[in-house]
């Protein structure tokens, strides 16, 4: 659905560099189901392209992280092939039970939203020791979401291996590699299709680190000498967020599938029709959002929130509630207050 839609704001409106920044990848077919053994020296491997190196969550406002990190993927009838790569000179990790705080260990992360709602998205992480932490979110954190750690990714199949010594101070170590099978129906809902040729998906990937110093011949999370609490982690992703939040869907990377074999058979990334749309509602709902908080209700009119739209723009509001919707005759797209995205006629 392409909307033909012309508005700004009624001072100076810039569009949000948040959706050009988003990073996108064709996952090819994979002509044979690689070994999870964590190694990635499958020969169907070597026709799947690599992400572009991680930077850091906030984009290039930030400095280049010192250590690099980059994926690849691959998918089939049956799942989701993931492969990472992760430089580092200190390996460490301690959690060895699943559904434990991984993050509270240097870990990889994998988030995926099928329906490009933003609701109803998973997370899967995973440390130096193999140990995986997956959950799935009703809803993002900042709408009240909750984590259902009891979901489990039925059926997966990850390995890790280390280039260097665990938890062994004092020596040089290169870095880790990370490898899953994650089943694609532990992905999907009932009435979901199935995984085609050009389907498209949200996801990103993260990268926590921490800095570390040695005491006691061992690995320790450096702390803030007055607070005494960890000093704030880094967080290196493949499609910068913007902002220091991972459980923002919407400022995600787009997953595009091909039943092509990759290598010499590409395909092209399709831009999705109605992507200028979705920005036009982040827009509002974001400004919606601030103008709750400072009058106690939202705004029913878009001149309230220093906006002029077309026609096409429709906005309904109460103190609680509000729902913006975009579109004509034909489908139509809508936000909530929650920033549930939604398709309708």
């Not at 260990?105 to 193999?130: A, C, K, M, S, V």
């Amino acid at each position: 659905m392409r909307t033909k839609l012309f508005w700004c704001l009624a001072s100076s409106f810039v569009l949000s560099l948040g959706a050009a920044a988003q990073r996108h990848y064709v996952c090819y077919s994979a002509t044979e189901k690689p070994v999870i053994d964590g190694s990635g020296s499958d020969p169907v491997w070597q026709r799947a392209p690599w992400t572009e190196d991680f930077g850091d969550i906030e984009g290039d406002i930030r400095p280049k992280p010192a250590l690099r990190t980059r994926a690849k993927m691959l998918w089939d009838s049956t799942y989701l092939y993931i492969y990472a790569e992760l430089q580092e000179t200190d390996l460490w990790g301690t959690l060895r039970q699943h559904d434990t705080i991984i993050y509270d260990d240097n870990d990889f992360e994998i988030f995926i939203n099928p329906d490009n709602t933003t609701h109803r998205y998973f997370e899967l992480e995973i440390n130096t020791l193999g140990t995986v932490m997956d959950l799935f979110m009703n809803k993002p954190y900042r709408n009240g979401g909750k984590a259902l750690m009891s979901w489990d990714a039925q059926g997966l199949v990850s390995a890790v291996t280390v280039r260097g010594t665990l938890n062994h101070p004092g020596d040089a170590d290169e870095g880790w590699s990370v490898e899953m099978a994650i089943p694609l129906k532990s992905l999907t809902f009932w009435g979901d299709g199935p995984v085609r040729d050009g389907t498209q998906w949200r996801i990103n990937f993260s990268r926590v680190e921490w800095d570390r110093d040695v005491r006691d011949g061992e690995y320790v999370v450096r702390t803030n000498p007055g607070t005494g609490r960890r000093l704030p982690e880094h967080n290196w992703v493949w499609s910068p967020q913007g902002i220091i939040d991972m459980h923002a869907p919407e400022k995600w990377g787009f997953l595009q599938f091909s039943a092509r074999g990759g290598g010499a058979d590409t395909a092209a990334f399709v831009d999705p029709a109605d992507m200028g749309t979705r920005e036009i509602l982040w827009t509002i709902y974001e400004k919606e959002q601030k103008y709750h908080q400072e009058h106690g209700r939202y705004a029913e009119m878009l001149r309230q929130l220093e906006l002029v739209g077309g026609d096409g723009i429709k906005l309904q509001a109460t103190d609680m509630q509000f729902t913006a919707t975009v579109g004509g005759s034909g489908e139509v797209l809508s936000i909530d207050q929650d920033g549930e995205v939604r398709r309708g006629r």
